[in-house]
């Protein structure tokens, strides 16, 4: 009876509110530079809640010009060009300010080089500290009334409560209907794994 009862919950919600998720630093690459850096396509680890994505097993080291960060993710499948997301917070350890732009707009933004056990890889260009954004499928936006590439505010219902301006929608029949937050912006309103939040317009 109470897995019947979760079921019920999380469909209700789900015509409500939209999961929150927080995505952690890290790089996609091409299929060229994964041969470079490791020698070989990516290894899938785990599925990501976004279909088709997933947790590859390899891991770079970040390499800014004032420090670096270890073990960074990296999330398959290969792209036609490399992006590391990563948080302002990062951007200070990193040395860099990475600039705030939605995933795929890496035009203008900086540079790091990447480095495997196997080789190293100075990217001209790809660091960004991705605008905090919402998946919806079609249907859930059209529901939500909002459409792809609107900008809206998003209320988080965690531990502590904040309203979120400038959350891009992105709308595909291929999504999975999430809110994506990075770490400082997880961090600052105390969201857990679980907690749910509400497009306003």
Partial sequence: ????????????????????????????????????????????????????????????KLIGPKGCL??????????????????????????????VCPSGHTAGTPGLILSSERNTLALRQG???????????????????????????LQTFTNRPTVFEDVLVRVSPDFADRAHLDFDEANACGMQKGDWGRILP
Avoid: W
């Avoid at 530079?33 to 947790?55: E, I, N």
């Avoid at 060009?81 to 200070?92: H, M, N, P, Y």
């Fill in 1 to 60: 009876m109470q897995p019947d009862m979760d079921k019920l919950t999380q469909a209700v919600l789900g015509r409500i509110f939209v999961e929150l998720e927080a995505s952690a630093r890290h790089v996609h690459l091409t299929a060229d530079q994964c041969q470079l850096l490791f020698g070989h396509d990516l290894t899938p680890d785990r599925p990501l809640s976004q279909p088709g994505q997933y947790l590859a097993k390899e891991r770079l």
């Fill in 70 to 99: 270890e073990n960074v993710a990296v999330l398959g499948p290969v792209r036609k060009e490399a992006q590391v997301e990563i948080s302002l917070t990062d951007g200070k350890t990193l040395g860099i300010t990475p600039p």
């Fill in 127 to 153: 660091v960004m500290a991705a605008q905090r954004h919402v998946h919806l499928t079609p249907e859930t936006a059209a529901r939500f009334g909002v459409k792809d590439k609107q900008l809206v505010h």
